[in-house]
């Protein structure tokens, strides 16, 4: 256990006392910096020449991807093989799911698998949340639908935490297609809870009906949104999610919406520049914004997705591995 997460759980307290990570939502501030601390230890081992840890040894990982992904899924992928679990993905295009088994049922033919942890990504919103309560291991959300995507969360918040050396107070503006984005919800509540100041700007086809309810200001003017901002997240235009026209063409939604140096300025001068990928370039981002080394974290946001998907893994099986203290 990483010592430095110590310090900050309230005493007595059961530093992650949950069984699955369904979301942000619910999740206190310390129990947050506990998973961040945990990733920061992996961080270093990832970039050591060994890589293997071997906690997860005799376990069984099941990666069950009903969406497309590059990122979470490899990440996942890679994090559980160097715990060293046996890792398995299911291909749902060759999947029964093809054949019209429901949910349910897949669930509960991976919990027959007996299965120690499942990752499950899928284009509905609560559907994660139905799996966990039908399988008896711990159950992680590799994003739902519109709903969430906790751990896309958790690496943008240790990408801060790691450039800006803290959360709490900073400037954060989550800028453009909010209204599909998981990772906007996920990262509302994770960096809010925190303690961040977080914006989001878009325009208003793109803004959640509700938004007001989750504690952020609103900005339906990108120039005036990026005024002053610390962090500067830039959401893919999620065009899969959208059944109408919440924008008029990709070209004109960059010219009001596309992240330049120019609109860049309007920030600090040392604003952290992010994006949780796959970028459109040249719609919500600029390559030139996108691979400025100075300014652009994208990268590190990837490097550091691994640690906090180690952390995950290892923290959610450690009362099915005994690990004393975790019930
Ligand atoms: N950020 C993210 O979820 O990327 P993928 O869709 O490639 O997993």
């Known amino acids: 256990m990483n010592a430095s997460a110590h310090s900050h759980w309230p005493y007595g307290v059961h530093p992650f006392p949950h069984r699955h990570l369904t979301g942000i939502a619910g999740l206190k501030a310390h129990e947050i910096t506990f998973l961040l ?39 996942f992928e890679i994090a559980g093989k160097r715990l060293g679990a046996d890792v398995v993905n299911m291909m749902v295009a060759q999947s029964s799911v093809k054949k019209g088994e429901t949910l349910i049922d897949t669930a509960v033919t991976l919990n027959a698998m007996r299965a120690d942890v499942i990752v499950i990504r899928h284009d509905a919103s609560g559907a994660v949340g139905l799996i966990a309560d039908k399988v008896d291991c711990p159950v992680l959300n590799a994003g739902d639908g519109r709903h969430e995507h906790p751990t896309q969360a958790l690496l943008d918040a240790l990408t801060i935490r790691r450039r800006k050396g803290g959360i709490a107070g900073l400037k954060v503006a989550i800028c453009g297609d909010v209204l599909h984005s ?4 996920s990262n509302i509540i994770c960096l809010g809870t925190l303690g961040a100041e977080v914006r989001v700007v878009a325009p208003p086809t793109l803004v959640p009906p509700a938004i007001d309810r989750m504690g952020v200001a609103c900005f ?18 999620q065009r899969e999610r959208m059944a109408g026209g919440f924008v008029p063409s990709e070209r004109e939604y ?26 459109n370039r040249g719609v919500e981002i600029t390559s030139a914004v996108a691979d400025d080394i100075d300014r652009s974290a994208i990268t590190e946001q990837v490097e550091v997705g691994v640690a906090v998907r180690m952390a995950c893994l290892d923290v959610l099986t450690r009362a099915r591995r005994g690990v004393e203290g975790w019930a």
Do not use: C, Y
């Not at 376990?59 to 990440?75: D, K, V």
């Not at 998981?182 to 919800?185: E, I, P, Q, T």
């Not at 339906?220 to 235009?237: C, F, W």
């Open 220 to 237: 339906t003017d990108l120039d005036a949104g990026l005024e002053g901002a610390d962090v500067v997240m830039m959401l893919r235009l």
């Open 182 to 185: 998981r990772v906007a919800r």
């Open 254 to 279: 960059h010219a009001f919406w596309g992240l330049t140096h120019e609109r860049l300025a309007r920030a600090q001068p040392d604003a952290l520049v992010m994006h949780p990928g796959p970028m």
């Open 37 to 75: 601390d945990e990733a920061e230890h992996w961080v270093a081992i990832n970039r050591a020449q060994t890589k293997h840890d071997n906690r997860l040894a005799s376990l069984t990982q099941i990666n069950a991807f009903f969406e497309n992904s590059t990122r979470t899924l490899l990440s």
